[in-house]
């Protein structure tokens, strides 16, 4: 997924005063809604593209022993204004007469609210960990320190965790891959994964977002990620989908990842079913439970069929396979 999706940090205790003056940091407005409500909130929000900067839009369920009740926090990196407060209550109407709380995120409590509450990811062979855990590496295990800040992609998401499980689960079952893509990377962290375990092999990061290709570029050298054309190299691209001569340059995929939302994987099945040799592998994630089913079936109109699927939570990571010919 691209950037502009930060971890969950717990603010300061300021809420209910949205029009306070101007403070430094980010904001956080916090509002109940209903899973139904989640499912919409995942795809493309025209009502959000008027506002600049640009809200971060998360939902999460609090509860699992209450599946419907779910919760959306939106985060702002200036004050938030009347008119974004309403824009976003309009988003939830089973929230219709709540009023939204309002929490201001010091800037200087950033980095140490979001990683030292974030317990480290053991997914596969991988330890995931931000650097308040640096040292904790288990032995046989593959670290990658990831920063909990400004992309998406730490593995605290599900979606994140899920393909770091499937890349294991294929890499365990003897399959081999020669030329990888990872669209939308936001951390870089699945590309550094596939180049972890299949390092012959060619490997190239892309995301919509130029900020998430700086993220991947610092993250590739704090963890000793060659990044180049070659192979055990990692390439990276400021792309929307496939769009970049480099990416199309790589043409066939035999791996192609995407963890990005419903919307975008069903709309770039056509494009991924060009991009990806006969017998090739597409994981696909970032897709709620109840949106899986729309995703494979695009894809099988495309001529894939699903070989496995690995569901954490309400999120499942597919694997779909083309068929040969």
């Known amino acids: 997924m691209s950037a502009r999706r930060k971890a969950e940090p717990k603010g300061d205790g300021v809420t209910g005063f949205p029009f306070a003056p101007e403070r430094e940091g980010s904001w956080k407005i916090t509002l109940p809604c209903t899973k139904a409500e989640a499912e919409m909130l995942a795809g493309d929000l025209p009502e959000m593209a008027a506002f600049d900067p640009p809200p971060t839009l998360m939902t999460s369920e609090p509860d699992p022993d209450r599946p419907d009740d ?17 824009a976003i209550a309009a988003l939830v109407p089973s929230a219709a007469g709540m009023k939204p709380v309002i929490t201001h995120i010091p800037e200087d ?5 979001s990683q030292s509450g974030l317990e480290p990811i053991h997914a596969g062979r991988f330890f995931v960990h931000t650097p308040h855990n640096a040292d904790h590496v288990p032995e046989g295990m593959t670290g990658f320190m990831i920063d909990a800040g400004r992309a998406f992609g730490t593995g605290h998401h599900e979606t994140t965790t899920g393909c770091l499980m499937m890349l294991d689960q294929l890499k365990r079952g003897g399959l081999r891959f020669d030329d990888i893509a990872d669209i939308g990377t936001g951390t870089g962290l699945l590309a550094f994964a596939a180049r972890t375990l299949w390092p012959a092999a060619r490997v190239i990061a892309s995301d919509i977002d130029p900020v998430s290709i700086e993220v991947t570029a610092e993250n590739a050298a704090v963890n000793g990620v060659p990044v180049g054309r070659g192979r055990g190299q990692v390439e990276l691209a400021v792309a929307a ?3 970049h001569r480099r990416l199309k340059a790589r043409l066939p995929y035999d791996l192609l990842i995407a963890n990005i939302l419903a919307g975008p994987l069903i709309e770039l099945a056509p494009v991924f079913a060009n991009a990806v040799l006969p017998g090739g592998t597409v994981i696909l994630a970032g897709l709620l439970d109840s949106q899986a089913e729309a995703v494979a079936q695009a894809y099988r109109r495309q001529g894939f069929y699903l070989a496995g699927q690995i569901v954490r939570g309400d999120w499942p990571t597919l694997r779909l396979v083309k068929r040969k010919r």
């Open 70 to 86: 779910w919760q959306l926090d939106v985060y702002v990196e200036t004050r938030p204004a009347k008119a974004l407060v309403a």
């Open 109 to 113: 409590d950033w980095v140490t609210l």
């Open 241 to 243: 989908g496939l769009a």
